[in-house]
């Protein structure tokens, strides 16, 4: 099939490595809305070793749109990234991880959008983030410091080709959130529009009996989320003001709750945090974290078993506190 064929507005672009189940569910459930304006979806396999490629074939073989680039060698996550963004020849390109899946009528929205606005960027909103109003942001540092936590997230960006073609990339494939950076340089100009769409929300792709293996739970929790993500905002052009950087870190951090009372105790219960580590983010746990930073190294040497049962009797006095709210107001129903 002709290229020509494809809409030639927007084109979805998906990284992937061995998560041939996940991209199975996510052609599945994208296709309709792929089909109804005929765009093309791009999967670039990072040379997985499960099924993928097979589960792609598949695909292919029952719709043109499905377009797979196979690396033959692993050439790491980040440059996967950067081929997939740089690969489509659309207007605009629609970034999804694999485990995450586009808005309901996304497409049709993301579509809307630019022929009304034609903006350099667009932003969607998270699940279980507050429906903001949709608005266009002209403002470098109200972007920031009001988005900058939900454009942590890839899939929340859409990015328009000629924008990001005019963004000078050194440096940007050497950190965890490149797509985070790149949004930010490229509109580090003077005049710019962004569209926010904080009513349309990207959502997680869950399957039951398959456990995602998230970085917020692993043992670099604090590499990628605490030390990676301040780097990140600080690093970025000196348009954007510094009390913005910080909100968009201390943002990132209270929704993330990666750094609560709770949380501490728990990745301290699964060997995530121990003294060690402490010491080692010294520095960001002091700058950015709310909790003294003699608690957090009490935590870090507490015995492991001893935080779990901490946990489990939270859980339990939370349960007992909800049935009692239930039963109250069961009871003064039925008064």
């Not at 996940?22 to 809305?33: C, G, M, R, S, T």
């Not at 292919?60 to 489509?88: D, F, T």
Request: glycine fraction near 4%; charge should be positive.
């Amino acid at each position: 099939m002709s290229q020509i064929e494809y809409n030639q507005k927007l084109s979805i672009v998906v990284p992937t490595y061995n998560r041939a189940q996940y991209i199975d569910k996510f052609i599945e459930l994208h296709l309709p809305q792929l089909c109804e304006f005929n765009v093309a979806l791009y999967i670039f396999d990072n040379a997985s070793t499960d099924s993928t490629e097979e589960v792609i074939k598949q695909w292919k073989n029952k719709s043109h749109l499905i377009q797979y680039i196979n690396n033959e060698e692993n050439i790491g996550a980040i440059k996967n990234v950067e081929r997939a963004l740089c690969y489509p020849e659309t207007d605009y390109i629609w970034m999804v991880g694999d485990t995450n899946l586009l808005p309901l009528a996304g497409i049709k929205r993301a579509l809307e959008e630019i022929n009304i606005y034609s903006p350099d960027c667009m932003v969607f909103n998270l699940k279980g983030m507050p429906n903001r109003q949709d608005k266009t942001y002209s403002g470098h540092s109200k972007v920031l410091s009001e988005l900058g936590s939900i454009t942590s997230n890839l899939s929340t960006i859409v990015h328009k080709k000629s924008v990001i073609m005019s963004v000078d990339w050194m440096g940007i494939t050497k950190c965890f959130y490149p797509h985070t950076v790149l949004l930010y340089r490229a509109i580090a100009k003077e005049h710019f529009t962004l569209r926010w769409i904080g009513s349309s929300y990207v959502r997680g792709l869950e399957l039951p009996n398959t456990p995602k293996i998230a970085w917020s739970n692993g043992k670099e929790v604090f590499e990628i989320g605490l030390r990676n993500w301040s780097l990140t905002i600080m690093d970025l052009p000196s348009i954007y003001s510094l009390r913005s950087k910080f909100a968009a870190i201390n943002d990132f951090l209270k929704i993330t709750e990666l750094c609560t009372f709770p949380r501490l105790l728990f990745l301290r219960a699964c060997a995530s945090l121990n003294y060690s580590t402490a010491v080692r983010y010294k520095k960001e746990f002091k700058q950015y974290i709310k909790t003294p930073y003699c608690v957090i190294c009490i935590i870090s040497i507490s015995p492991r078993n001893f935080c779990s049962l901490i946990i489990c009797c939270g859980s339990i006095v939370k349960a007992f506190l909800k049935n009692k709210m239930i039963w109250s107001l069961f009871k003064g129903r039925v008064g």
